[in-house]
């Protein structure tokens, strides 16, 4: 039977097949690891007796060491004896018949296949493939271990999520402690209101229950005595209804908790406590970073005003015009105001309405917010070398001064950074603890003018922004007091305050020019003047950027506040 034959045979017999015959297999030896029709392998087992032969009954253990090297890719049963030189393809019969009948060029393997080893490319066959070999096994080896360095990186990433996990308990520990603690303060300041009142009752009751029994007790005789008794008795009775009067108009005191609801909302914000990156590196974000990527990216935006509106802050006590010198907000959307004008620190509803007011002995220089509703506020009066920190709480209405300490040098302006107080004299800028105690002195200008007459700190607090009063100046230096930059412009004259918001943005007022000028996060150039005298506020001394309502807050020396939506 000829090449030429169209039946197609699952095995063709290998021996036929070099004398292009197309002759049915039907046993294969493993040793040969060829095909045999029944006239050849007679012929074949006389010659080589001692080879393994395998008949169809085995047809599945056919196959052999040359068997995965001949047999057809697409039909595994089939051998490759031809070649395809339209497509480059090697194919088994099957193949030709049902993908190449149409194809022109179909030459047998073996033709194609003479003088294969006398070929240089055949001969560089062992070279190019060992070479190939070795470059797999390097790249198998460096990712056996990357995958061990992972496994590493792994337990590493997980140590620090549970760092992290720690971290956020200790500061909800702390949290809760600090909350306790400023409850049991309030707690006792109220039973201590209430305990005088119930002494004062239980004094004039007990000097009434005396006198009715010394009265009763007398001589009916004796008029004299029960006379003075009487007039006793009845001027007793008197402190008894002013006192009485008194204690009726006033409201009941309570105490309540409201959950600092910005704690879970920024916990909610986040989907994980961390991004793992593809370089292994996990990092931990709004430290979560302090956060923060974001934080290392300048905000640039230029702001605009709108709906400029005022509202007027005085209140029946004060005696004085209003001269608001600091301006914070608690977390709670509060604002509140540091009135050097009538001694007094006032709490705002977010309708800009005071709610709260308390005296402060002598006058407030600064403001600024420590922690959940506690401020602290910046006492000076060198007359009677005064110079002092106070930390007041506002609570259910109520606004209450819990401790002080006092500081030897001036003390006009404050701020609160990674657990410390930043307090600044006219002239020198200090770091304290909460407790009082002092850390380091920053800087210090000698020339005893008010060069350091207000500051701030950025978020990360490597910057300090400095008020320098006497020149139309704004310095802008590091945590060691190296000048950074330094900001001449006439809208910056008399410059008495500074406030960088939350997102980064700096404030800075005038109180010369009536102006609060927007100046970018270097300290480098003035972005805009958002704020001019025409705006109607005279004598600008602070300002604040509300995170909450997206509103800049400013206020002077006037009985009003300027409020205005940025954009």
Known sequence: MSM???????????????EKLNTEAKYFCRDCSKYYCDQCLTFHSKILKQHAVLGYEDVDKWGGRGDTLISCDLHPRKVIELLCEDHAEMCCQLCVSLKHRMCRSISLISDVAKGIHKMADFKQLPSKV?????????????RKKNQCSLKISGKSMLTKIKDLRKKLNQLLD?????????????????????QKDIDSCTHIYDQLKALMDTIQAQDKDDEPSSYIGFRKCEKKMSEAKSLLQALSTKPELTATFKPETTITQLLSDFNILGNIQENLEIQIGHE????????????????????KSTFNVKIRPDTDVCAIVGITELPTGEIILADKGNDRVKVLNRDYKVIAQCDVPIEPQDICHITGNQVAVAVNWPADVTHEVHFLSVAAGTITMTRKFSVDHDCMSIRHHGDQLYVGSITALYIYTKAGKQVKKILENRSEKQTVINFALNQDGNKIYICNYYEPELLTTDM???????????????????????????????????????????????????????????????????????????????????VMDLR
Request: include cysteine; glycine fraction near 6%; hydrophobic fraction near 35%.
């Open 130 to 142: 060992a070479q190939v070999i070795t470059g797999l096994n390097e790249v198998r080896e460096v």
């Open 4 to 18: 030429a034959s169209d039946v197609i045979h699952d095995f063709v017999c290998s021996p036929c097949q070099e």
């Open 174 to 194: 702390e949290l809760e402690k600090k909350t306790v603690e400023q409850m049991n303060i309030i707690l006792a300041y109220l039973d201590d209101t209430l």
């Open 480 to 562: 060691n007091g190296s000048i950074l930059a330094t900001l001449s412009d006439p809208d910056i004259s008399s410059a008495c305050g500074v406030h960088v918001s939350e997102d980064g943005h700096v404030f800075v007022c005038s109180w010369h020019n009536n102006t609060v000028v927007q100046v970018d996060q270097e300290g480098k150039k003035k972005l805009a003047t958002l704020v001019r005298e025409g705006d109607g506020n005279y004598y600008l001394r602070a300002a604040w950027y509300s995170p909450h309502t997206g509103k800049l807050v400013v206020g002077g020396d006037q009985d009003d506040i300027l």
């Open 288 to 307: 979560l970073s302090e956060n923060k990527s974001s934080k290392q990216t300048i905000n640039c935006r230029v702001f605009k005003t709108e709906n």
